[in-house]
């Protein structure tokens, strides 16, 4: 509804009011200063520009003029502030943010904002500084900032008018770090928004399209790519991307068909993309590829040397011009293009290697040691221990044959010091490659540097940078070479690889280990060795192809950019480049070569290796990525002090974060249950440095987010505050009026909901493994006494374990056996999960070298018969195997003990993967009627069904949740870390005959858990992972952890995080309550509003099941009364502003009503629970399919909502007389059951 009007609107008046207040302190007259003041046109002109035009300013007209005021105005504002010494208005940083940004000095836009955030300290309400800031964490690749700043934007104003920008933005980010269903979410969800936005649709496809193809979901892929060649008039660089990334597509996955056919298409697809841009150095280096597997060795030469002239020199041509020569039998050519590539980057493992393998086939192994030992040493290679191997054997090797006659002659010089090839091609009977001239193209990074030394004083700041660095990086490379092989290389460490020109290349990923698993298996002798490596070298050329393609993969594209982008490196505050830049980096990211995942080793972690690129291309302009690593920009501004204040911020934001306090964004339902007592914590900044310096760019660090104090969340706890509904109908309808004592309570904004900080004080070591709370049942009677039920929802147990309750209650847990399943029902659906059998507590990534939280799960389904089949084949598999063990262990007794000394060091897997069925579905009462009757025997709290279980009182089922369901198992079955639905309450029992281990976190430590899910690149709420054990110890986070038997029931309080896993073979049944305690309600709501800024959907519909609860329940509690209270004025409030504003507009609202057991109505698009009035299309409406948007969503997709009907689901009466009816209820035992 707010348009951007609005907040344009607010920041005007603060300006001039403030330049008032400071000129009437001043004496009047014109002096010095006076011819900086703006004049009332351009104050005029300044009120309508903030960070909502960043992008979409449109400096080409008035370029110019627009340009010289936002400069004149940060003058003016810069003086001003200098003359009050910083003591103005927040909201005057605020502006000045926005023009900085505008005219896209980072630095200063980020310093301004930072002085803005730290004054205001309902800074949150501000949509427009937090999107500005959200774009400057945005340009400094500061994604994690970035994506906070985005999201409670979105939150505090769903219709924000860059929706859609934001989402665009978070869909990248989030493809960047890897959690793809985000990313397409977003995608999604700005596709359907018809606003403006800096990528067109056709791009955004393209995003999704290959979004697919880096999920590996090659058809998917395939199909989106075709699809969009399908639109009109689709714009050559589009088109030439898409037919790029499906040739490449083709090249290299085998699922698209037989080789000959794939690659044919293939060159087809790479032909057209170069009819569509023939400039594309990315596409010819491309082809030249596929020529080379084909065996078109003068094709393949051509295309390379275009690729080379089309764009800049990169390492993975040279690499691959260096296969084509060496398979050609060239050994000095060969060599000179593997020294071009390892001098473009020096982290180019596959260079390296191959460089080692042609200095070992020419019988030079202590040269080949040198290359392998770099290769091992690099970023990109991941198999180490076989280079470790190969090392090995070529020593052993030289020990024997001390006298080596080098053939290629270079093995005295170092490499770096050797001249760089002056000839590409010797002998070549293509002629015009040889031609000086091309070849006076070809630059290299020494070069470059040479160049830039040159005209040192000439270089504007920037280029300083980049020359500096490349310095360094220079340095740091003959440090390398001359300090011997024994040392690592500073520069390659941890960030950047010295010399790579470009961020992409150096997280060039596993193809390596392909090419390494091929050539470095061991060998006895080094004959034999150098006959295999011939030979495989020969003979898996087509391999090598897929070799090097992941380093080719992820090219340097960009560099073919440099061109244009160069028009705007000017490092002044150009507002010109505002728009060039960004549309440039639009392209770019067309434009970037696209990484095709199936290069990737399949095993390894490191799925990312487009990143980086993507990243530089995120961050801007082409140059600045070239001068820095794929790493965060900010770290490489303010190297100085980098580690402290990213260390000290992250900590700082989380102790910004406390928990949630809900209110109403205007049109979404907003609840509004909160509490917490968020500390009034006001730290001003995080270094005491950045403050200072609103105009110094260079002290501006980062992430300098100051401590917030939350707003008081709840309103007192008084129920006096709560009007009654005639009052909250006056008040919506004069908003604007006073004399409603009671109306500001209905009009605050609630922050953004944020997770807990780890609580303090931490806890001491030696309390983080805590004794689990147990109760032993001997009899039924005990099961049934009052204070087990209160034990268990009392929020200090954050896990009860019920031991023994099925023998105290003579339950038969036979019914829920394997092979009474499958007599009952053995076609029925389980849901499959193929997982790595892990050891112990640990989970490491799939090759078995470190320990990781992601754990892969893929998802499938069969039947309980076939399921069934495979838990009995798999115990006695494991029978069989134990026999062997036995055996063997009596042969080997000796030795087990010392093997187990260093099993903690061993390297780990392969691991063998096993299957666990899940998520069986017990809903159907005919179907398992005496499974579920047997159910009905448990007491009442933990009963499925019960007057005291909120979940009872929806209306409609939620499966999983109000339904039971069934968990069949294997030993190493692992539920991955989570929280309940909503932090709803869960029951879960073992049948057996196994037993399973559980870990368990209370509810307090989630905001920890969540840190560490996003360091990891995971997703809290929707990836899965396993807990490191010693990141919870390091981070003082207490584990409970215990064995549930069979005929034990775990009862998981509401918010606990826990996962679990089989010890033994076993069957498990769970569903959740939900218990009538304000503890309870309150983590439900809290989750409800964190689920909304994360965009993930809430299973529990909060608002549904609140007036289902005025309705149906009884409560004593005043606490538990308060907040429901509470949140159905929210909701009430909502529902009538929404409903006069719609009656206002001339929107018809159409009744329709409900029936009472239909379910809750969610957004189709956003997944947003809509509650009373639902927009519906016309088309929809009149087919009677009845599909629900959101307010929000119905606008994006049609402004003026002329598309929609809008039906109306209660009638206001009925809601008011609700709210009034809902009293508390006179304490007796009302929430026991
Ligand atoms: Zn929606």
New binding site residues.
Partial sequence: MKSCGVSLAAAAPAFSDEEKKMAAGKPRGKTKEGTLSLTAEEREELSGLDSLLFGFLNLHENGAKTETLLLKAVCCYESLILKAEGKVESEFFCQLGHFNLLLEDYPKALSAYQRYYSLQSDYWKNAAFLYGLGLVYFYYNAFHWAIKAFQEVLYVEPSFCRAKEIHLRLGLMFKVNTDYESSLKHFQLALIDSNPCTLSSVEIQFHIAHLYETQRMYHSAKEAYEQLLQTENLPAQVKATVLQQLGWMHHNVDLLGDQATKESCAIQYLQKSLEADPNSGQSWYFLGRCYSSIGKVQDAFISYRQSIDKSEASADTWCSIGVLYQQQNQPMDALQAYICAVQLDHGHAAAWMDLGTLYESCNQPQDAIKCYLNAARSKSCSNTSMLTGRIKVLQAYKAHHPNTEPVLGLSETPISQQPLPVHMITYSEVDDLSSPAKRKRISSPAKYLEQLRTDRDHLNPTQKLMLQQLESQFVLMQQGFNKGQNSHLPGSNDEQPSFSTDPALYLQAASTNIQTSHRMLPTSSITQGLAFNHLSHTATSGDQQGICCTKESTPSGNRSFVPEISSHTEDTPNGCAGVKGFSNRVQQLMAEPICSPNSRDSTSPNLISDNPQMSSVLIGKANESMMTGACDKVNSIHPESHTKTNNSVASLHSSVISTTAAKSADQTTTLGVTSISSPHIRLQTVNGKGLENSNSSKNTSLPMISHKPDSPIIPSMSVSIYSNSTEVLKACRNLDKNGLSNSHNLLDKCPPPRPPTSPYPPLPKDKLNPPTPSIYLESKRDAFFPPLHQFCINPKNPVTVIRGLAGALKLDLGLFSTKTLVEANNEHTVEVRTQLLQPADENWDPTGTKKIWRCESNRSHTTIAKYAQYQASSFQESLREENEKKMQHREYSDNESTSSDNSGRRRKGPFKTIKFGTNIDLSDDKKWKLQLLELTKLPAFVRVVSAGNLLSHLGHTILGMNTVQLYMKVPGSRTPGHQENNNFCSVNINIGPGDCEWFVVPEGYWGVLNDFCEKNNLNFLMSSWWPNLEDLYEANVPVYRFIQRPGDLVWINAGTVHWVQAVGWCNNIAWNVGPLTASQYKLAVERYEWNKLQSVKSLVPMVHLSWNMARNIKVSDPKLFEMIKYCLMKILKQCLTLREALITAGKEITWHGRTNDEPARY?S??E?EVFDLLFVTNESNSQKTYIV??Q??ARKASGNLDNFVVLEEYKIEDLMQVYDQFTLAPSVSSSSS
């Fill in positions: 957004c698009i956003c947003v948007h959101c929000d969503c």
